[in-house]
């Protein structure tokens, strides 16, 4: 897989789907205490599938855009499919092998541990 980290700077940068939603269904948050990565994630359910979904957080440029990759991810599957999701997919997502780098792994799944704790 070949490694292309400004994507990873300009949405880290830039995010999309960024933002607090006021009339979210679902709040999951999650936290790293060893690097201090924090992430919210919001969706917004409408017949059993994700409507909306956006995030807030703080943290390393992997974390972040993760977080947003995944919200945008999450849009038009359900629950169960994102509780079903794991760290290949994330690494999909992301456009990146974390699989040798164990801290950095962590910090792309941060928000994806957060959907599996709802």
Known sequence: ???DYSRIMEIWKNAPNR???EDADVVAE???PVCGDRVRI?????????ADASFTGEGCAIS???ASLLADYAKG????EMKGLGKEKMMELLGLDLSKN???LKCALLPLMAIKKK
Do not use: H
Not at 42 to 50: E, S
Not at 77 to 80: A, G, I
């Open 30 to 32: 999650g936290e790293n």
């Open 42 to 50: 919001f969706l917004k359910i409408r017949n059993g599938r994700v």
């Open 19 to 21: 933002g607090e939603m």
């Open 1 to 3: 897989m070949s490694v």
């Open 64 to 66: 972040i855009a993760s």
């Open 77 to 80: 599957r359900t629950m169960e």
């Open 102 to 104: 164990p801290s950095r």
